[in-house]
């Protein structure tokens, strides 16, 4: 069983930075994939970013904005997000795929945190 906590969210203004945080309990990360995936009112969970032994895969939305890596000596997952856009506000999950290359589905994950708020005025 693994736990994910994130943290690092909060209000920033739009072209501000923000950076998440997953830390995880349970077991280590090392061997799993990883994904931030993102839910603003109203709409589905959408895919973000991954990370796993096969690489890194962004959402085009995000791509050149966002950076997705991990610390597995501290065992915790990061996004720094860049640029920010009012778009961004959403409520960010952290996620995590046992023994898997990154995937883009949120149904390919099988633990998730609480989820953290993003809000970005304009």
């Known amino acids: 069983q693994v736990q994910l906590v994130e943290s690092g969210g909060g209000l920033v203004q739009a072209g501000g930075s923000l950076r998440l945080s997953c830390a995880a309990s349970?077991?280590?990360?090392?061997?799993?994939?990883m994904g931030w995936f993102r839910q603003a009112p109203g709409k589905e969970r959408e895919f973000v970013a991954a990370?796993?032994?096969?690489?890194?895969i962004y959402a085009d939305s995000v791509k050149g904005r966002f950076t997705i890596s991990r610390d597995n000596a501290k065992n915790t997952v990061y996004l720094q997000m860049n640029a920010l856009k009012p778009e961004d506000t959403a409520v960010y999950y952290c996620?995590?795929?046992?023994?898997?290359?990154?995937?883009?589905?949120?149904?390919?994950?099988?633990?998730w945190g609480q989820g953290t708020q993003v809000t970005v005025s304009s």
């Open positions: 996620a995590a795929r046992p023994g898997a290359p990154a995937g883009t589905s949120r149904w390919e994950y099988d633990y």
């Open positions: 349970g077991r280590t990360l090392r061997t799993y994939a």
């Open positions: 990370i796993s032994w096969s690489g890194v």
